[in-house]
């Protein structure tokens, strides 16, 4: 008899031999590192050993759905995906919503183990008791949207990660998407699935209901979040013009042509589809995160509509994914034209800021042609081309294209966590205040309480009179470990509803495993400390968390420079002060501050002293 919240079920795909098998869950994985993310890295680091190539049969992708999928908890939506990622050599975990988690919740799974390469292009089926992989040879050569079609059409009620023609050229600058709409695996997702002849993902939903210890408790907690949500005039705003509202000259046209999207048990339905519905792309239907406007070259508010949705469409559908790509595409079109990157670099190719231009690129990094061929490698082989001063030009960290650049935003959490996620430049902030400018003190003070922060730093960092991200990034990093290792939703709009003392409750109602927040946040502690440690076993410490040239440059934007400063914009910051922060962050941590490493003293209270002798780890 399983825990309740949980199938108990673990998934084996070996795709070398075709083989399938179902184990148990250990229960003592579920007590110690909660599900999802916290124990993904425990099995990663149990099953794979140190330093095989991401795109060799050896590499595992781990696929889990967290307790809280499958339930009607808001947000428990989110499937979360463990691997060693190709762009950058970093053992992450990468999360997407849609129906995939909630899916394989009902089929029977909580995680599933793919290893080994197949012979030829194959699908992973997973149904009720039943898992196959099937021939996908008909899909190979297909973008991630007809993939979802085609599979959809088959296997409907279904839910399905695919990956586009990137995945199969080994891009490892790539994303891998989940039901159209939600992106997974940012940095190579696709070319580990590439290299493994594994095109897509299938589940089929399922009857296998979720246990729930206490549903009389469970009901009342969800039904008091469910109103508040719903009574949230943000919610309203979100559903009327999405989460990020088209410029007023593209409005009416955008308001005309969206439907929001919603994950399952999510009220908010951020997420959008859009149809085209007139122009020389009607009919052109795609989905996104949230809008996002890419004029490239348009003469007028209809152009610059089409261009930004056939734009985004493009990076969705061949598997790149607008993160990896859009960050680069202006900057380098700037470069050429000042003559830094030359039409040699190119192969001949000219590099204007037109839709044109954009397509083609995209395309030719798909399929890794040409001088596609280096942004599909990422960002530092676009600063290698680039020379000596490329680091200057090109804002990375650990091989990952920066999401939020602090000279504009100022450094908060969403910023310096860019710089000590193992991942490399990723945003783990989990809805921390500094995702909006202009927070006060009294705010990060509060959120630091949702978050089950100790009274203490929270004291600490109100006398000091301001706000220090690195001491807050400690607590903002558990808090995405918990929400990950749940498979809740991490949004800023979800996680605002969230208070450490409600997810104690609900997690205690679905699971009937008594916690009190502060257990809770130890467990979230040692989940995301398991993540670091998969990683300090590939040779990172702090030497990798290093925040990038570009930072400490000014930025042009408008006519207007932007340097560098703190997130209450009362001083500009040089690399001294951010690795200051670095100091305070390694400090709180409880890790050696000259290193960044993981101490034996930390590692013992996280009852993971083992793993730090096996890693000779320095003991305070
Ligand atoms: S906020 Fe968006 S991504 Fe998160 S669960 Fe809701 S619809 Fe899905």
Redesign the pocket.
Known sequence: MSTPGYNGTILYVNLTDGSTRVEQLDPDLVQTLIGGFGINNRLMYDLMPADVDPLSPENLIIVAAGPFAGTMIP?G??VVITTRFPINGAIATAAG?GSFAPFMKWAGIDHMVISGRAKQPVFLKVSQGQYSLEDASDLWGRDTYETTDILRKRYEPCSVIAMGQSGESLVKNSTAFVDKA?TIGRGGLPAVMGSKNLKAIVVEQGEVPVQIADRAALHRLVNKLHERIMNWPGRQLIQENGLMPAPPDLSEIHLRTRSP???P??P????VMVCLDEGPYAGLQTYM?HFATTRLGATDSAQAYENSIRYSDALNRYGIGGTNFSGFFGQIVDLFQEGIITIEDTGGLELRNDIDTAIQLIRMTASQEGFGKVIAEGPEAIARLIGSSGEEYISHIKGLGVVYDPRMRGLGTMEFEEITSPRGAHVSAAGSPSYDSGRTLVDFIRHGERMGAPAESLKRMEEAGVFNPGIYSRYSEDWYALFNSLSL?N?A??NRFYHVNTIAELYSALTGIQVSPQQLMHLAERAWTMGKLLNVREGFDRRQDRAPETWFRPLVRDGQEYRLHDYQGTAELDRQDVERYLDDYYQERGYDKETGLPTINKLTELGLEDIGRELNLPDR
């Open positions: 947000g939506a989110k919503g939600g999207l919603a994950c048990s999510c908010l339905a951020d997420k995160p939703c949004r709009q979800v």
